[in-house]
């Protein structure tokens, strides 16, 4: 397990450091899950029923929503700081991924500790985009999570989803110091506030929107 201590130590070198080695695994595009000329004249509930019923029962993948404004929000913020770490909280402790963004709106987490060994090659465990195509027409951005490691579980990799989602719009200035200035992040208050929000329930998110509240 990843230690505070250590972490501290790292923290800067990760938001200094590209993770070339990352390639992305996934829908490179929203056209890719929904055909758009099909459901363009869908109303905004329709849509996010669509995206349910497509994703329910399939293991190892995720189908999110949020309203439009907050889609985007994650992605101008994620464009301008794109990495941040994410704790995984477990009975005997918690393990760090680190998350990239990469243009034009997804993001790949893999293990801190295969980083710490070489940034280039490290493996990532899940990846996760967030589509945007009717995040001004119809008020709704889609989320869509891969689970590549069978050691996360589907619930586990929700969490980690929603987590980072959430940071993105209500955390933005924890990540802003950890992509601008390190030297100010503070890891201990952070990995305060992620066990709490770990610990809260992730019921009522399937059929409502996911918000920074």
Not at 96 to 106: A, E, F, K
Request: charged residues 25%; hydrophobic residues 35%; contains cysteine.
């Amino acid at each position: 397990m990843t230690t505070i201590k250590t972490l501290s130590r790292l923290t800067h070198l990760v938001s200094k450091r590209s993770l070339s080695g990352f390639s992305f695994v996934g829908p490179k595009s929203l056209d890719d899950v929904l055909k758009l000329e099909k459901v363009a004249d869908k109303s905004t509930t329709d849509l996010a029923d669509l995206w349910y019923a497509f994703h329910d029962d399939k293991h190892g993948v995720l189908g999110l929503v949020s309203h439009g404004q907050d889609g985007k929000m994650v992605i101008e913020r994620a464009r301008k700081c794109p990495f941040f770490i994410q704790p995984v909280f477990r009975d005997d402790g918690f393990f760090m991924l680190v998350s990239q963004y990469m243009d034009p709106s997804h993001f790949c987490m893999a293990y801190l500790e295969d980083y710490k060994m070489d940034p280039h090659s490290a493996t990532p465990l899940l990846t996760f985009s967030v589509f945007n195509d009717f995040a001004d027409i119809k008020n709704i951005s889609f989320v869509r999570g891969d689970i590549l490691n069978r050691g996360i579980a589907d619930n586990e990799g929700q969490q980690i989803v929603l987590s980072m989602l959430k940071s993105y719009i209500q955390d933005h200035e924890t990540i802003k110091k950890f992509n601008q200035t390190p030297q100010q992040f503070d890891i201990d208050d952070y990995i305060s506030k992620m066990s709490a929000r770990w610990k809260q329930t992730v019921d009522g998110f399937k059929g409502n929107y996911i918000n920074g509240e």
